[in-house]
Structure formats: structure tokens, C-alpha cells
């Protein structure tokens, strides 16, 4: 099954993603010479490209501009109602699912439980009945939903769609997600790694020319890292770039599942914090619940950096010895790819923001493995909610809009 049969055009055509983003990126308006100007094509490839633009309902005339030289000019502006794309975000402790339109506002999202409760025929069942739910809810024009995203634990294979064996999801074993889904819902469908679908969310979001180098940690279930570099997701050969889990921060630090000991993704999780909190005292068993219960794991912490804030010092020193972990794993990852912005977010990230950034630049600054002389700013992810999810629909999106070589549609079979 595919989507042709819509009156949507072609995605991924070169002089249409150009002007197109040039458009996006002109929420104000902008005039056919001056896209002309800014995309190095002819005004008579941008009027014709503009036509079809119009045609397929993508964008919209709004107005005469006059003023400075020749004739008055038509503006047009980008129809955000024009299009639309799904991202679902599968992670460990629940599913999530966005719809935003074309200039990317999110218009509704959902959520369903942890995808490790059934095989995985019923979730994708499951997965199916939120995406239609989440379209015929928001009454968008469903023919004009270009596809699915879907960010999901790595390691996957992309070409394929198959998420391998991801970590804490037994249930989870060489799925052909992207088929299954394609087929269940008649949409083109594309899978990333979550890291990398955080990655193409910070791309399209930020303002062009202002990030362009960068990791974004992701502080989920796991730790994950996701790179742009000169304004380009870093993939990889297999899609999985970017895993800086087992860079070892503290050698005497807990045995990681690989065997060695202080690896960062191991030392900072969620679930390991939450347990050391328990054995230090901080925390009582009754007070934490259920570890296998990702919100139980959140709230407790939540519980855990509230109380570091109010200055309570063994829980100040497991939330400082996070902020050391995440300090020596940053200066390998910005000494090996000198870059010089690090974001950070994820699910959990809000909890134990508060307490590590209090610390987290000037344990960077301190490092002396620190090779490069400029500061290495670290910032929070611009997206609010969900940015894997986000990231996810932002994949279409961005197959639609970018005309970058690293683009890729793949389309249901
Ligand atoms: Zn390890």
C-alpha cells in the first residue's frame, strides 16, 4: 500500500524542497525574486515550482508587496495546514505520538502504556489505532497526512525498519516495524534511532545558521547521544551513530551490562540513581515503588533532586556525581568532534536539570582533558515535550522541506 492518489506532490524533489524551505523559513512572507535570490535558481524555475506549490494547497498567496524597485510582488507564505505528519516515539516506558503540521506546530499528541506489555503484533495493532485516533480526532484532512515517523531505541536498521534488540524491551526482537506499520496504516513510513530524530527536531526547529554543532544527550530510560555536524544529522554507516553510553567515566564507578565498570549510560540512568539513592538512604523503598514503573522511577527522581536542591547531602552527592559523569563523557565527545554546544533533554531530563546545570559547565571548564579554548555552551533542547516524538514527525517533514543529500524517504512497501 502507498499514499499516491493524493493531490499532495512528489516529496522529494530537489527545486521544491529549496523553495519550499525557503518559504518555511519566511514565516512573514516572501516574494518569488527574493526566493529566487536566496536559492540560486531562476525567477522562472521558482514562479513555475511556486504554481505547483499553490496547486497542491502547500502554500498560500498573501498579498501585493510594493516599495523599493519593479513592480509590486506577490507574497507567499507557507499553508501549515497543508500538510501533516505523524511521529511516534516508542520508548521503554510508554508510547507517545504528535501530529504537527507543516510549520511544524504541534497541533495534538497522545500517549499509550509501555510497549513491553504484549507481543509485538499487538502493539503494532495497538500503535495502528492511536495514529487513525490521533488523525480523525484533530479532523485534519487525512489525505493530506504525509506519513509516519517513528523514533525508536537504537540499534535498529534502517533500510528495513527493524528495531534489533532494544535495550529493556524483551519483548522487542528483530521487529519489521516500519513494514508492519506501513501496512496497517496505508502511510509511507520512516524509522531513526531516537537520538537521531532529537537531532532533526533541533535542525529544523532552531533558527538557520545557529546550530549547527552539536550532541544531544538524551537522558531517557538510557542515555543516548545524537551529533549534527556543519548543520547535518549524523547517521552513520548503519544509522546507530552517536552511542556514547560506554565511555568509562569512573573506574571504580557500578559494573555496567558490558562488563566494565563507571560507563556513563550505566552511572546516570534514571533507574541506577534511584537505586544508589535507596542504598545511601536517601530514599526509603516504600517511597520509590515499583523500578520497573518508569513514572515510579520518575517521580522518585524527581523526589531525589528536590531533596539535593533543599541541600540534603547525600542526595546532593549522587546528583554531583551525575554532573562528573556527564562532564568527563562531554569532553570526550566535544575533544574528539570539536564542536561547542552540547543540548540536553529527554523524559527525564527536567527532573535533575536544576541540580546538574548548577554544576555541569564548570565541571566541563575544569576538566583539564578539555582540549579546546573556546567555551562549550550547554543547553536545554528548545522542544518542550517530547522531542523524540517530535523528532519523529519532524523526519517527514524534513523529506518534504530539506534539500539535503542525508534526506531519505522510504516509502511503504
Ligand atoms: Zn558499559
Known amino acids: 500500500m502507498d499514499h499516491r492518489g493524493t493531490n499532495l506532490p512528489a516529496v522529494g524533489e530537489y527545486n521544491q524542497t529549496v523553495v519550499l524551505d525557503a518559504i518555511r523559513r519566511r514565516p512573514e512572507g516572501i516574494t518569488r525574486s527574493e526566493i529566487a535570490a536566496l536559492t540560486a535558481l531562476s525567477v522562472m524555475t521558482v514562479t513555475k515550482v511556486c504554481r505547483r506549490l499553490l496547486d497542491a494547497g502547500l502554500i498560500d498567496e498573501h498579498g501585493m508587496r510594493t516599495g523599493g524597485p519593479g513592480k509590486p510582488a506577490a507574497v507567499v507564505k507557507l499553508n501549515p495546514a497543508g500538510g501533516f505528519a505523524v511521529g511516534v516515539h516508542i520508548d521503554p516506558a510508554a508510547v507517545s505520538y504528535v501530529l504537527v503540521d507543516l510549520s511544524g506546530a504541534i497541533r495534538d499528541h497522545s500517549r499509550t502504556g509501555t510497549p513491553t506489555a504484549g507481543d509485538a503484533t499487538a502493539v503494532i495493532e495497538e500503535m495502528a489505532t492511536a495514529i487513525d485516533a490521533l488523525i480523525t480526532g484533530s479532523a485534519v484532512d487525512r489525505s493530506r497526512v504525509l506519513g509516519i515517523g517513528i523514533a525508536s531505541p537504537g540499534p535498529v536498521t534502517v533500510d528495513d525498519g527493524v528495531l534489533l534488540n532494544p535495550?529493556?524491551?524483551?519483548?522487542?526482537?528483530?521487529?519489521?516495524?516500519?513494514?508492519?506499520?506501513?501496512?496497517?496504516?496505508?502511510?509511507?513510513?520512516?524509522?531513526?534511532?531516537?537520538?537521531?530524530?532529537?537531532?532533526?527536531?533541533?535542525?529544523?526547529?532552531?533558527?538557520?545558521?545557529?546550530?549547527?554543532?552539536?550532541?544531544?544527550m538524551y537522558y531517557g530510560t538510557g542515555l543516548g547521544t545524537g551529533l549534527s555536524l556543519a548543520g547535518e544529522v549524523v547517521r552513520g554507516v548503519s544509522a546507530n551513530a552517536g552511542d556514547a553510553g560506554h565511555i568509562t567515566v569512573d573506574p571504580d564507578g557500578d559494573m555496567c551490562t558490558c562488563g566494565r565498570r563507571g560507563c556513563v549510560g550505566y552511572v546516570t540512568v534514571p533507574r541506577v540513581l534511584v537505586e544508589r539513592a535507596v542504598r545511601d538512604g536517601v530514599l526509603s523503598p516504600a517511597e520509590v515503588g515499583n523500578l520497573d514503573d518508569m513514572s515510579d522511577v520518575d517521580a522518585a527522581l524527581r523526589r531525589l533532586a528536590n531533596l539535593a536542591l533543599d541541600g540534603h547531602p547525600a542526595a546532593s552527592a549522587i546528583l554531583a556525581d551525575v554532573s562528573r559523569a556527564l562532564a568527563r563523557a562531554i569532553v570526550v565527545i566535544v575533544n574528539l568532534l570539536d564542536i561547542d554546544e552540547?543540548?540536553?533533554?529527554?523524559?527525564?531530563?527536567?527532573?535533575?536539570?536544576?541540580?546538574?546545570?548548577?554544576?555541569?559547565?564548570?565541571?566541563?571548564?575544569?576538566?583539564?582533558a578539555l582540549v579546546s579554548p573556546d567555551p562549550v555552551r550547554i543547553v536545554e533542547s528548545a522542544i518542550p515535550v517530547d522531542v523524540a516524538a517530535v523528532g519523529a514527525a519532524t523526519l517527514m517533514l524534513d523529506n518534504t522541506f530539506s534539500p539535503r543529500p542525508s534526506a531519505l524517504l522510504l516509502t511503504a512497501e
Do not use: C, H, Q
Open 167 to 216: 535495550p529493556m524491551m524483551p519483548n522487542w526482537r528483530r521487529v519489521a516495524l516500519r513494514s508492519a506499520l506501513a501496512e496497517a496504516t496505508g502511510l509511507p513510513v520512516l524509522l531513526e534511532k531516537d537520538t537521531t530524530a532529537t537531532v532533526v527536531a533541533e535542525l529544523w526547529y532552531a533558527s538557520p545558521g545557529t546550530r549547527r554543532d552539536f550532541a544531544f
Open 342 to 368: 552540547v543540548v540536553f533533554g529527554g523524559p527525564f531530563w527536567a527532573s535533575i536539570a536544576p541540580v546538574v546545570l548548577a554544576t555541569l559547565s564548570d565541571e566541563v571548564r575544569a576538566d583539564p
